[in-house]
T-cell receptor, first 115, second 113 residues
Framework: NAGVTQTPKFQVLKTGQSMTLQCAQD?????MYWYRQDPGMGLRLIYY???????DKGEVPNGYNVSRLNKREFSLRLESAAPSQTSVYFC??????????????FGEGSRLTVL | DQQVKQNSPSLSVQEGRISILNCDYT??????FLWYKKYPAEGPTFLIS???IKDKNEDGRFTVFLNKSAKHLSLHIVPSQPGDSAVYFC????????????WGLGTSLAVNP
């Protein structure tokens, strides 16, 4: 059981380049999330998708776009990368149905460096 | 504005002793608080949760205590082991917020042999 899988694990970009981070989960979860983690900043929500076909902004959406391709997959796109987007990105999912704890399952992370 | 605060960025304890990690919150409408553990170069993993209707939840060496009047919760690890060395995050989970977790900044725990 793979859980949440993110690709790539590492990427170096030049300022202005574009790229897409891919995320897939095999747990039949409804909701998916993209976070970034920076030193001293904790985990900050970029975008989330409460269910297939919907996406919403989180705390720090500027400079990013997302696509909920199907129930399994949720991608994060940087159209024109900036050094401020150097970070570790985490994808997460949950079976949220209004009940339960809302426990999130995380991928291993994607370390992105923008030069 | 909902906030979750972990005021201690780091904590160091001896193996076998108790580790106590603290978390303060402002939102009185939460449903659950969750604790996550994160090792370097890995994603966070769920550790333990506590419901707003309980004062305590225990799972093996890990116990969460909730003090609603003080808006404070704490995670106790007894006995601490070197493998517990990690960053610990607490997070507020509220169904009214679409389960968008509100995260603390984390506490880095070092358990010394």
């Amino acid at each position: 059981n793979a859980g949440v899988t993110q690709t790539p694990k590492f990427q170096v970009l030049k300022t202005g380049q574009s790229m897409t981070l891919q995320c897939a989960q095999d747990m039949n979860h409804n909701s998916m999330y993209w976070y970034r983690q920076d030193p001293g900043m904790g985990l900050r929500l970029i975008y989330y998708s409460a269910s297939e076909g919907t996406t919403d902004k989180g705390e720090v959406p500027n400079g990013y776009n997302v696509s909920r391709l199907n129930k399994r997959e949720f991608s994060l796109r940087l159209e024109s990368a900036a050094p401020s987007q150097t970070s570790v990105y985490f994808c997460a999912s949950t079976l949220w149905s209004g009940a339960g704890t809302g426990e999130l399952f995380f991928g291993e992370g994607s370390r992105l460096t923008v030069l | 504005d909902q906030q979750v605060k972990q005021n201690s960025p780091s904590l160091s304890v001896q193996e076998g002793r108790i580790s106590i990690l603290n978390c303060d919150y402002t939102n009185s409408m939460f449903d659950y608080f969750l604790w996550y553990k994160k090792y370097p170069a890995e994603g966070p993993t769920f550790l333990i949760s506590i419901s707003s209707i309980k004062d305590k939840n225990e799972d093996g060496r890990f116990t969460v205590f909730l003090n609603k009047s003080a808006k404070h919760l704490s995670l106790h690890i007894v006995p601490s082991q070197p493998g517990d060395s990690a960053v610990y995050f607490c997070a507020d989970s509220n169904a009214g917020n679409n389960r968008k977790l509100i995260w603390g900044l984390g506490t880095s725990l070092a358990v010394n042999p």
